[in-house]
């Protein structure tokens, strides 16, 4: 005789339906409890790996946004050195007009000055360094930023030398001499700091010509300023631009796998009624089943 226990159809059915009910309340409570619609590839091959790669894309572009982000300081710190150095040459512009109306003591307090202003003019600039990188010191100095590993799109700068021997060296001066206070004339050439720094015996003409070689150094050294600042404008857009971007791919890769809490919570709780209904159901078609049989005792 056999031991098996044989089910009505009508019993079967609805143990069956609530069976499907109660595994999609329990993947409805696992998506609210997780937050998650897809988990693994096993939930929605498609969209885990398809969000998976938006995912990745972001966390580059957020890479990529880091280092675009050191760079702007980098820049912000050449351009604020190039502009720094603007103010000192206007300061020895100022060393030189007065220097026409002065005498003796004055114009060697100028000469000094002079001196003293070009020399800090040199440290300000090897000083304008940041993370090992100074794009004021160098010609040859180059910031490299690549905007992302997935193409060739890369910005490069290339530093520029504003060392006082660059910007009004001593080619500038050709023909104008200046003095040690003594008879003999000595050429810029002879050491520019030193030279142009001894005011005694310039004439005004001379004078003149170191105050237009420092206007021209102004002018070179604003049109790195302004290039650098150029650069930071675009690094800045690119900036925004990628976090923008990051963000819009991350929000992609959620649409694919977060499950929509409202939806979820609504689902539930009609799967929940369907259960209290499918239970009602199923208790209906024992008791008609065990009518049927008491009919035979």
């Known amino acids: 005789m056999s031991s098996n226990i044989v089910l009505g159809s009508a019993v079967r059915e609805n143990l069956l339906a609530l069976q499907g009910i109660n595994s999609q309340i329990n993947t409805s409570e696992n998506h609210l409890a997780t937050g998650l619609k897809v988990a693994s590839a096993i939930d929605n091959a498609v969209s885990f790996f398809q969000a998976q790669s938006l995912d990745n894309r972001a966390s580059d572009l957020l890479e990529r946004k880091a280092n675009i982000d050191q760079a702007i300081s980098s820049l912000t710190t050449a351009t604020n050195a190039a502009q720094s150095v603007v103010s000192i040459l206007q300061q020895l512009q100022g060393v030189v007009n007065s220097a026409k109306t002065e005498t003796g003591a004055q114009l060697t307090s100028a000469g000094t000055q002079f001196s003293t202003l070009l020399k800090q003019l040199n440290n300000l600039v090897g000083d304008s360094s940041y993370q090992g990188l100074n794009l004021v010191n160098s010609a040859t100095s180059t910031l490299s930023v690549q905007f992302s590993l997935t193409s060739t799109s890369v910005l490069k700068v290339t530093g520029s030398n504003l060392n006082s021997s660059a910007i009004v060296g001593a080619a500038a001066f050709s023909g104008i001499k200046f003095s040690f206070g003594g008879a003999n004339g000595v050429s810029a050439g002879s050491g520019l700091s030193t030279a142009i720094g001894k005011f005694s015996a310039a004439t005004n003409t001379q004078l003149n010509g170191v105050f237009n070689v420092l206007q021209n150094a102004i002018q070179t050294v604003q049109g790195d300023a302004q ?5 930071v404008t675009l690094l800045q857009t690119r900036l925004s631009f990628t976090a923008q971007y990051a963000t819009t791919l991350q ?10 809490v409202n939806a979820e919570s609504t689902n539930l709780v009609t799967l929940q009624t369907r259960q209290q209904l499918s239970i009602q159901s199923l208790s209906i078609a024992t008791q008609s089943e065990q009518a049927v049989l008491r009919l035979f005792h």
Not at 251 to 260: M, P, Q, R, V
């Open 251 to 260: 929000g992609g890769a959620d649409k694919l796998t977060l499950a929509d």
């Open 227 to 231: 290039s650098l600042g150029a650069n």
